[in-house]
């Protein structure tokens, strides 16, 4: 699968800033996690030796630390440079006067978490019925479904997918209220399969990429832990996790770029089937009452 890496260099480009900024925080993560994996194995040496018990305590400890602090920055922090760094990718002229600006407007447009987490679940939803086959949600141009292997990688890349269809509503006009999300779905639906066979192969490269850099820290890990003598499982262990901020500091912003480029793209002058738009407020789960004028 080639993927439009052109294209999402440009769209990387909008927004840059947030960008840098991002994967400096994931990567000054990784030196964190580096660090509790160090304490605890440190702390165990000096109990009595890094017995198998001992490992697998320190190894959970230090799993659970991560995950926990992960969830609390995605809370509080993580949401809104995310929701900032799609808003820039959308290409709007308020967001295109730096990093403060951009976090800036898209505060006015998602104002909390709970409003991020609805539009994504939204979203989420409405593209997984799309897939698994829903009539309901086709539009009269739109026939074709891929079948099989295809489909399942379809089913996968919603995630990726679901990003751009935001981008998207940040073009067409904001994100505040539900319509302009059920527009950016209707053209999705409609008007961007070349966008979700783009989803597909920046899904493979995000694939290769996550795998690459586990490969680069497994093995280090490996010979290091083994001459260090602790359990080497515990190395390849933390060359997954470190693997996985990387991906997320360096890969995950090139592959949103990508795939919300190519549905920008694609659904650039065309026009929401209005018929489609109004069976998507099926799956928008009831919220307190808003203003779509």
């Known amino acids: 699968m080639i993927v439009n890496s052109r294209e999402a260099l440009a769209t990387l480009a909008r927004a840059l800033p947030l960008v840098l900024f991002r994967a400096g925080f994931f990567v000054a993560g990784g030196f964190m996690v580096l660090v509790l994996f160090g304490m605890l194995l440190f702390v165990a040496r000096q109990i009595g030796g890094v017995r198998p018990v001992t490992a697998v305590l320190v190894a959970l400890s230090a799993l659970l630390g991560w995950w926990a602090s992960g969830r609390v920055l995605q809370r509080y922090f993580l949401y809104r440079h995310r929701a900032a760094m799609l808003l820039c990718f959308s290409g709007r002229p308020s967001a295109a006067a730096g990093l403060a600006a951009a976090i800036k407007e898209s505060k006015r447009l998602v104002p909390d978490h709970v409003r991020w987490a609805y539009l994504n679940g939204a979203a989420r939803r409405a593209l997984f019925s ?18 099989g292997f295809s489909r399942t990688l379809d089913l996968l890349a919603v995630p990726p997918l679901s990003q751009a269809v935001l981008t998207l509503a940040f073009e067409r006009g904001s994100a505040k209220g539900e319509r302009s999300v059920r527009e950016a779905l209707a053209l999705c639906f409609d008007y961007g399969q070349e966008s979700r066979r783009m989803a597909r192969a920046w899904l493979v490269f995000s694939a290769a990429g996550q795998f690459f850099l586990f490969l680069c820290l497994a093995f280090p890990n490996w010979f290091f832990f083994k001459s260090a003598g602790a359990p080497v499982w515990i190395g390849v262990l933390l060359a997954a996790v470190i693997a996985r901020v990387l991906h997320q500091a360096f890969v995950t912003p090139l592959v949103l770029a990508g795939v919300s480029g190519s549905l920008l793209a694609e659904t650039r002058d065309h026009i929401p089937d209005p018929k489609v738009c109004e069976k998507l407020t099926v799956l928008f789960p009831d919220q307190a009452s808003e203003n779509e004028h």
């Open 130 to 147: 799309f897939t698994r086959g829903s009539k309901e949600l086709a539009g009269p141009g739109n026939v074709h479904r891929p079948r």
